[in-house]
T-cell receptor
Framework: NAGVTQTPKFQVLKTGQSMTLQCAQD?????MYWYRQDPGMGLRLIYY???????DKGEVPNGYNVSRLNKREFSLRLESAAPSQTSVYFC?????????????????FGNGTRLTVT | RKEVEQDPGPFNVPEGATVAFNCTYS??????FFWYRQDCRKEPKLLMS???SGNEDGRFTAQLNRASQYISLLIRDSKLSDSATYLC????????????FGAGTRLAVHP
């Protein structure tokens, strides 16, 4: 059981280049997320997909686009990379909310992508 | 003001010590609360959920105070392997699971 698989693990881009971060989960989760993590800050939500076929902006969506290709896959694209997008990116997935709102494990994270934009 | 605030630390403690972290949150609509653990250069992993009645998992105890809007994590008999960053997370549901992460508290346990 792989959980959440994210590729690549490391990437260096020049300003203006584009790239796509790939994410796939095998837990049959409905919801998928892209976060970025910067020093001294909590994880910040870039985009999320509550279910297959839907995507919505999170807290910091500017400069990014996403595609929910199917239930398993959720990709993040940087069309024109900027140094401010240097960060660690995490993909995550979660199951449905139960009636009590309780979870044993609300988010499963991928291993992360360390992106440097020069 | 950040929605979830934590003391960044580091908390430097000897093995066997008891250490406690607090976290405050500003959104009273928060419904669920969690502690995640993140090792250096790794992904966050769920440590434990935090229930209103308080809950314990081995050496770890989590408490929630809704009136004062804070949660706490107590670690007893610290081990070297407890060295990590502990993330406080709140959640409320609005069509999707909106989770707000604190920046984390770093714990370093030394021999």
């Amino acid at each position: 059981n792989a959980g959440v698989t994210q590729t690549p693990k490391f990437q260096v881009l020049k300003t203006g280049q584009s790239m796509t971060l790939q994410c796939a989960q095998d837990m049959n989760h409905n919801s998928m997320y892209w976060y970025r993590q910067d020093p001294g800050m909590g994880l910040r939500l870039i985009y999320y997909s509550a279910s297959e076929g839907t995507t919505d902006k999170g807290e910091v969506p500017n400069g990014y686009n996403v595609s929910r290709l199917n239930k398993r896959e959720f990709s993040l694209r940087l069309e024109s990379a900027a140094p401010s997008q240097t960060s660690v990116y995490f993909c995550a997935s979660s199951g449905n909310v139960t009636g009590t709102g309780r979870y044993n494990s609300p988010l499963h994270f991928g291993n992360g992508t360390r992106l440097t934009v020069t | 003001r950040k929605e979830v605030e934590q003391d960044p630390g580091p908390f430097n403690v000897p093995e066997g010590a008891t250490v406690a972290f607090n976290c405050t949150y500003s959104n009273s609509a928060s419904q669920s609360f969690f502690w995640y653990r993140q090792d250096c250069r790794k992904e966050p992993k769920l440590l434990m959920s935090v229930y209103s009645s308080g809950n314990e998992d081995g050496r770890f105890t989590a408490q929630l105070n809704r009136a004062s809007q804070y949660i706490s994590l107590l670690i007893r008999d610290s081990k070297l392997s407890d060295s990590a960053t502990y993330l406080c997370v709140t959640m409320f549901s609005g069509g999707y699971n909106k989770l707000i992460f604190g920046a984390g508290t770093r714990l370093a346990v030394h021999p």
